[in-house]
């Protein structure tokens, strides 16, 4: 199943929310103030969250007032035209060899996330090692271990309670002497208020900045579609200590937030580059604009 199936698939709990509401609405075809209040309403449902609503409006009431629109259909494109220029078509592109760190809170994901980076990286032709920097969860070197496995990729691992630093550093030290394309960081699920593990993560992001100078950095935050506006708080803690350059969101499946990908974008001026969409090892695809608004509207 390609990236559109999969996204409209992925995408049915935000549809079924607000897609039946815009089409209703836009078959009217009487684009007055009690249109775009109700159009606000409408997205404001699916977590688009205030700020970017209000721009959205008031961009789409520009272009269709300057192009005097009176036909549904074209109106509704107009709307989709607007929500793909918010998201802009910046993909996840790197060059070798390159450290990718990987954060974010606990039960988003990261574990799976990172095995499913793997197997994308993989096929592209790269070599891939796991640092299993996540020493302090229980097992989670383990669960870790099993999708480097699947993903056909080496892990570097240390016992738990180990310094995750120092992983990080034997991880950058093995990919320099095999010449290996991409190291991927797994850490630990922190919390803001966790003063010690976030001072942990920055010391993680310092290590890899001296050890590793020549290699290009990705900083990536995983992040949980179900949690909706929580998520743009998130982001704005972790980019304060790490400098986010991009964004990965999980269980977009299992949600009707899908919106907030729209708020993240227009809030924080940072990419979505990867969404999951199911719980298989090909199931986290390369975040693609227009398929993603053609789910929604």
Known sequence: MGFFKKIIEGLKKTKEKIGFKLSQLFKRGIF????YDELEFILLSADIGEETTVDIISELRERMGRDRVSDPEKANQYLRNVLIDILGDE??????????????????GKTTTIGKLANIFTKQGKSVVIAAADTFRAAASE?????????KVRIIMHEEGSDPAAVVFDAISSAKSRGTDVVLVDTAGRLHNKKNLMEELKKIDRVIGREFPEADRKNLI??????????????????????IDGIVL??????????????????MDIPVY????????????????????????
């Open 32 to 35: 007055d103030d009690d249109f």
């Open 274 to 297: 990867f969404v999951g969409v199911g719980e298989g090892i090909d199931d986290l695809m390369e975040f693609d604009a227009a398929s993603y608004v053609e789910g929604i509207v």
């Open 143 to 151: 669960q870790l271990e099993v999708w480097a496995n699947r993903a």
């Open 222 to 243: 995983v992040l949980d579609a179900t949690t909706g506006q929580n998520a743009i708080q998130q982001v704005d803690i972790f980019n304060e200590a790490i400098d």
């Open 250 to 267: 999980t269980k977009l499946d299992g949600t009707a937030k899908g919106g907030v990908v729209l708020a993240i974008k227009h809030d």
């Open 91 to 108: 993909k996840f592109v790197f060059s070798t060899p390159c450290v990718v760190l990987v954060s974010g809170v606990n039960g988003v």
